[in-house]
């Protein structure tokens, strides 16, 4: 199995800053995409931004120029450095990742973190 981590998520201002942090552990062979999505209430989840093992990065257009996805391959985690937030950026964030786990053989599946609240304040 497989765990994904999140931290980081908090109250800020609007136009202030915050970097999340998601780490997995487990019985992990390699990880390919890492990403993070967001959720607002009584909206549907939505891709923030991708990151390739390779290092190939994605983004939302609307967040495009103020935040900021790396990863560490050999600590199996991924940052999401947030800048210039606003406050209909407001929810909760989740970390995902495509894994491919050892055991009888190796098994890639979708793994999701728990989520970290992000709030911010107009």
């Known amino acids: 199995q497989v765990q994904l981590v999140e931290s980081g998520g908090g109250l800020v201002q609007a136009g202030g800053s915050l970097r999340l942090s998601c780490a997995a552990s487990?019985?992990?062979?390699?990880?390919?995409?890492m990403d993070w999505y967001r959720q607002a209430p009584g909206k549907q989840r939505e891709l923030v931004a991708g990151?390739?093992?390779?290092?190939?990065?994605n983004y939302a257009d609307s967040v495009k120029g103020r935040f900021t996805i790396s990863r560490d391959n050999a600590k199996n985690t991924v940052n999401l450095q947030m800048n210039s937030l606003k406050p209909e950026e407001t929810a909760v964030y989740y970390c995902?990742?495509?894994?491919?786990?050892?055991?009888?053989?190796?098994?890639?599946?979708?793994?999701w973190g728990q989520g970290t609240q992000v709030t911010v304040s107009s």
């Open positions: 990151i390739t093992p390779g290092g190939t990065t």
């Open positions: 487990g019985s992990i062979f390699s990880i390919n995409d």
């Open positions: 995902h990742a495509y894994v491919f786990t050892t055991g009888m053989a190796i098994r890639g599946d979708n793994y």
